[in-house]
């Protein structure tokens, strides 16, 4: 797949891209890395405020955020208030404008 990847990069750089598409940014791109996200303000508690359970979140990332992915390559773990996630940038991207906008229509609930 890296091969595929590759040449087609490099034909298309024969075309115009910059230079700086190589082989190594996309490598780098798909490299598995750990991000820690922090959910004390997220609605993962129980009612009583006292239990920390980020379960229903994660499956919603797990069905948003790339599903083929999750157990092989990427994985989750919920830690006290923060959820440590491992998998490549595009899912984090993926993944922050999720809880971002979790976030977002959690703080408008709130306000009305």
Not at 22 to 33: F, P, Y
Not at 96 to 104: A, F, M, N
């Amino acid at each position: 797949m890296t091969a595929l990847i590759v040449f087609a990069c490099a034909f298309v750089g024969i075309q115009g891209l910059p230079n700086s598409v190589t082989a190594d940014t996309i490598a780098d791109a798909e490299k598995v890395h750990p991000r820690t996200y922090r959910l004390a303000d997220l609605p993962v508690w129980s009612q009583d405020g006292k239990t920390f359970n980020a379960t229903i979140l994660m499956a919603y990332l797990k069905a948003s955020v790339d599903p083929n992915a999750w157990g092989k390559a990427s994985t989750m773990a919920p830690y006290t208030e923060f959820l440590v996630i491992s998998t490549n940038s595009a899912n984090h991207d993926a993944i922050h404008d999720v809880i971002e906008q979790l976030r977002e229509s959690t703080t408008k609930a709130a306000v009305r």
